[in-house]
């Protein structure tokens, strides 16, 4: 018996020192696309861009699961192309993650002002008749998408969003200027260095044993119930939505 539970012991060791041996190496792979414009460039040519339209994620129906369609940085750009866009609209997307085996993953909003986006010329139906897929609200998509596919578009969403609404700087109110990965902005004219926000919330199950108190907004989808949450005020209290 002892002999069975120190084999067990071992196993988990290594599988516990494996998934933290790889969140490590993805990380600190991350950090560097982050910190270096040149290296995330070259990432980006054997890079995945997932797509966005007014911030809702581009889905594809496979069998009874959605899916999040991936595009190489060739087909983004002949998509572009055929959109009546520039290219250089890649350089308003962002990273948002990358593979086990370092393929980073990035993001881009087709409809979003960017420094370098121009109107599209082909319209949103359009457009998802020639990705053969679907814009869908990220919060009616997270019923349909699996943990992983969930998380990750929840992060781009997040960013895309923090982007289009810091566009310039609040001290001079000159446009601000991102570096490729998305991971900050800066003003040109006095150096200022602005990073994405992180906004503490709290969530709460009020609940009497068997039944819990559930909620709704009017922007909610038809059925689509919450438990209690808002964002956290400067002194700590909650304020709920």
Known sequence: MSL???????????WC??????????????????????????????????LFHSLAPLLQQSEHQYLPPQH???????????????????EDSVLIGCSEQHEAWFALDLCLNGSSSINASLQKPEMEMELKG????????????????????????????WHDAHQFCSRSGQPT???????????PSNKIIYYPQMAPV??????????????RQSSFPKGMYS?????CDIDYRAVLN
């Open 202 to 215: 709290v969530i709460t199950l009020v609940s009497d044993g068997t039944r819990c108190l559930l909620a």
């Open 17 to 50: 020192y494996r998934l933290l041996s790889t969140y490590i190496t993805k990380t600190r792979y991350l950090f560097e696309l982050k910190e270096d414009d040149d290296a995330c460039k070259k990432a980006q040519q054997t890079g995945a861009f997932y």
């Open 177 to 187: 200027k991102k570096n490729v990965a998305g991971s900050k902005r800066v003003c």
């Open 227 to 231: 438990a209690l949450a808002g964002f």
């Open 4 to 14: 069975y539970c120190g084999i067990a012991f071992r196993r988990k060791s290594f």
């Open 72 to 90: 190489s940085l060739l087909e983004l750009e002949r998509l572009l192309r055929k959109f009546g866009q520039d290219t250089q609209r890649v």
């Open 134 to 161: 679907s814009f869908v609200d990220l919060r009616k998509a997270l019923f349909w998408l699996n943990v992983k596919d969930a998380s990750l578009l929840s992060t781009a969403q997040a960013l895309l969003r």
